[in-house]
């Protein structure tokens, strides 16, 4: 290969020197032929074309048998050099082209790839040269040459039609097709009575493609004669052959020429025709072998064909099979009919309401691959006004309805002709959004109808591509200024808005339906009220921002659990150390995002993660580099805080997610000493300020403390020493409902530890609400005997102290804190000690009795509630 490119190289620069070389070696070496041929072939632009010509035709005629190395490669220069030179070619190559004499194999190859590479330079020798052919066909006896003529008269034909069909480029254009009409019907009456029934499927196949391309040139009385003999003989070829691409070629050539010359004979052979054509368009395509793509598409151009000469018959054919409940054989019909919806618009125009009624059967199939297929035929019918006439909107609920197939995580071992849930609900995606944004007619179809399938469940994981539908349909209108984007949002509309804002309260379910939600209230915002359009358009970006946040921390969570899953620990240093590195350490959510990730990955490999941190800890990330030529500023030192940041946030996950058993020996020894390193700050509840909590800075560190305190079973009591810091005690629900839940906790001293806790608290909320430092209040006071009742491990009398407790509280909880309460409460129901659970439970019970009125009117958002 080296050699061929160095010598086509000089050929560009010497070609006479080279060409000369080239000739001579040919002549002192003919064994060694291939790569001095290759470079003639690709110089052959360059003088001594006679020479090279007489030498090209020696060498691939030398030898009597057929050798396709050297002698193709021979048949190619003279194919090359006849683009250019093709009477000087001709007359080399006819000279070996002689009557009554049969021709090397090569020659007819020649005369064949000639036709096809110089049309116009070659269909004026044809007629002659099928005048010298004929004879030769009765000779020949082996099935190399048979073939070798069959593939010649098929490259003839094909060359005299591309020739016709473009008579006003043509150098003669009063070449007619009588021209060679009784030389080709000789040559087709020799391959159709005798070559077509060699044993030989190779010679059949070649034959039959050759007879498909003749019938063009036939007469159509000779053409007439043949049919009732040459559709059932080329048929029968199917159960014959293994591959059916050729076959469904010559049948579509043979139906096509047919019906332009108008037979009457054709409809005789309709039955068997679609019966046959059924089968093979049923058989599933493999996209992986190619063949099977084309045999498929050469059956449905023969339907066409079929259809513009018998549309009733064939039409009512197709709709029949429909009904068929076999899968093939709805999978086939389908195709079928989306193939004529496309490519017969005018056959098809009368029979849209029938074929609107029968697609109903199919669409009720259980069978993913038949629903594919309905898919691609009301995307068919979309473009062509089938959705606009009644019952078309059926056809819209169909793709919606399939936009919400649950996920089936099927893994497929060699089914490569499956459809799983996920690739229905995809396709049916794409189709939504192609028929919104390429069939202009269908906007006032979908719009607003498709707000209708947000609020029923059984939609609810089509909510995305809906919403994002519906934005595309309502700022089309809205820019174009049509009356139809106005919408009169009546009970039933609300409801649609309702769930829209229901849905921002969970973003990430349903395949990430909150984003597209919010756009679509904002897109909705001049229906809803006058006001909300410009205030929206200022609050909304920023939401949509949030939440793109966040599915970069589910992500590095997926990450995380995928590594935790890997038995590859080479394969994790280098996952750990792409993360690290490519984070965007300015950004908070992604910060903690890295860290979860890492965390996660921690479970299973602490040592590798415990090394990798070290490693990123001691990089250039943190140090302040200058940039080049110093004529920036070094490093901003704010960015360097960052990516600590991200270091001790990695290293807290890394604790809180690795297993217990091999974390406490490395909690002195790798992580506090390494986020010793980066922790810079002396006292943060000194450096915040005073009077009032401005940042979360404080609750964080007393949330810190208090998870230090190891057992930490005294830890919400260090946390009420804070409290008397600030000036308005806006989160006494949130500490009661801590706190209330460990008054059943199984350790005795947690238990009066916590009514210690909330007794104080109480009383600090009694201070705030104006009552002196003496006052005292009997329904607090009778909080301390319950110390004793709660030492009694009775479950009965642990429930009424519970009971107790709470009345207390409900009465001495201001209304405005209730909610945040319940909420701790909630959260206490999965308390990690069953006692603690029943007790929030009954604290609950206790609480919505008393107070549960006060709720329902601050408007319950019961979206929250746990399930």
Not at 124 to 134: C, K, S, V, Y
Not at 576 to 581: D, F, I, S, T, Y
Not at 783 to 792: M, V
Not at 834 to 857: H, M
């Amino acid at each position: 290969e080296q050699v061929r490119k160095s010598m086509l190289t000089l050929g560009k620069q010497q070609p006479d020197r080279v060409l000369a070389m080239c000739q001579d070696y040919l002549l002192k070496h003919p064994k060694v032929k291939s790569t001095p041929l290759y470079v003639i072939e690709l110089t052959v632009s360059y003088p001594k074309i006679k020479s090279i010509i007489s030498l090209a035709s020696d060498e691939m005629t030398r030898s009597k048998d057929v050798i396709p190395d050297w002698q193709q490669a021979a048949s190619n220069i003279l194919v090359a050099v006849g683009n250019k030179h093709i009477n000087d070619i001709m007359e080399e190559i006819l000279s070996k082209f002689q009557p009554g004499l049969l021709p090397h194999f090569f020659v007819v190859q020649t005369l064949a790839n000639l036709s096809d590479s110089n049309v116009y330079g070659m269909v004026p020798f044809l007629n002659a040269i099928l005048g010298t052919m004929l004879p030769m066909l009765n000779m020949a006896k082996q099935d190399n040459m048979k073939w070798v003529f069959s593939s010649a008269l098929c490259h003839f034909s094909d060359s005299i039609l591309e020739y016709l069909a473009n008579l006003d480029k043509a150098p003669d254009p009063t070449v007619r097709k009588d021209t060679f009409s009784s030389e080709i019907y000789a040559a087709f009456d020799i391959l159709f009575n005798n070559w077509l029934q060699s044993r030989e499927s190779k010679l059949r196949l070649t034959v039959a493609e050759a007879l498909g391309s003749m019938c063009h040139l036939m007469a159509g009385d000779k053409l007439e004669e043949q049919i009732p003999k040459l559709i059932p003989a080329i048929l029968s070829l199917y159960k014959k052959n293994n591959e059916h691409y050729i076959i469904s070629k010559s049948l579509c050539q043979v139906l096509d020429a047919s019906v332009n010359m108008g037979s009457r004979v054709l409809e005789t052979q309709l039955d068997s025709l679609l019966f046959a054509l059924h089968q093979q368009v049923s058989a599933p395509v493999d996209y992986s072998n190619p063949p099977t793509i084309k045999n498929h598409n050469e059956v449905l151009r023969c339907f066409s064909i079929l259809a513009n000469s018998f549309p009733d018959r064939l039409v009512m054919f197709v709709l029949q099979k429909l009904e068929n409940s076999n899968e093939r054989s709805r999978v086939g019909s389908l195709a079928v009919l989306r193939h004529l919806i496309n490519s017969t618009t005018s056959t098809m125009e009368g029979k849209k309401l029938l074929i609107l009624a029968s697609i109903r059967q199919p669409m009720a199939d259980h069978s993913n691959k038949v629903k594919k297929r309905v898919v691609q035929v009301i995307s068919a019918m979309a473009h062509h006004g089938y959705l606009e006439l009644e019952g078309g909107e059926l056809l819209v609920r169909f793709i919606v309805q399939n936009c919400a197939l649950p996920d089936t995580y099927q893994v497929q071992f060699g089914l490569q002709f499956e459809v799983t849930n996920e690739a229905l609900r995809t396709m049916c995606d794409n189709t939504l959004h192609l028929l919104t944004t390429t069939v202009g007619r269908l906007a006032d179809v979908l719009w607003p109808k498709l707000l209708y399938y947000l609020t029923p469940p059984q939609f609810s994981n089509a909510t995305t591509p809906l919403c994002k539908s519906l934005i595309v349909l309502g700022n089309k209108k809205k820019s174009n200024q049509e009356p139809s984007f106005n919408i009169d949002f009546t009970q039933e509309g609300r409801r649609k808005i309702y769930s829209l804002e229901a849905f921002l309260s969970f973003p990430f379910r349903d395949r990430g339906h909150g984003a597209p939600s919010l756009s679509l209230l904002q897109t909705l915002s001049n229906n809803i009220h006058p006001n909300t359009e410009t205030f929206w358009e200022k609050e909304i970006p920023p939401l949509l921002s949030i939440l793109e946040g966040m599915k970069i921390y589910f992500l590095y969570q997926c990450i995380g659990m995928t590594l935790q899953q890997s038995f590859n620990k080479e394969v994790v240093r280098k996952q750990l150390q792409e993360v690290l590195l490519t984070a965007r350490h300015n950004d908070a959510v992604e910060r903690e995002g890295v860290a979860m990730g890492v965390g996660l990955c921690a479970n299973s490999h602490l040592e590798g993660t415990l090394a990798k941190l070290d490693e990123f800890g001691k990089s250039d990330a943190f140090k302040k580099s200058p940039s080049i030529f110093n004529l920036l500023k070094e490093r901003n030192d704010v960015e360097v805080e960052k990516v600590k940041s991200t270091l001790i946030l990695c290293y807290g996950q890394v604790a809180l997610n690795a297993p217990p058993e091999k974390i406490l020996n490395r909690i002195d020894q790798d992580i506090l000493r390494s986020i010793s390193k980066h922790f810079n700050t002396k006292d943060f509840i000194k450096a915040e300020p005073a009077d009032s909590m401005r940042t979360p800075v404080r609750h964080l560190v007393m949330t810190t403390c208090a998870n230090l305190m190891y057992p930490s079973p005294f830890a919400d009591c260090f946390c009420v020493s804070f409290v008397q810091n600030m000036v308005s005690f806006h989160n006494l629900g949130a500490l009661l409902g801590r706190l209330s839940p460990r008054c059943s906790d199984p350790h005795p001293a947690v238990r009066t530890a916590a009514i210690d806790c909330i007794y104080t608290l109480l009383y600090i909320q009694l201070r705030y609400e104006g009552f002196s430092l003496d006052y005292k209040d009997d329904a607090v006071d009778s909080l301390l005997p319950l110390k004793d009742r709660l030492e009694n491990p009775d479950h009965s009398v642990l429930y009424k102290a519970c009971s107790d407790l709470t009345k207390v509280m409900s009465k001495r909880l201001p209304q405005q804190q209730m909610t945040t309460l319940v909420f701790m409460l909630f959260e206490g129901l999965v308390d990690s000690q069953t006692n603690c659970c029943r007790a929030s439970s009954v604290i609950l019970n206790t609480l919505l009795k008393n107070r549960g009125g006060g709720l329902q009117e601050c408007g319950w958002p019961w979206e929250r509630t746990p399930s």
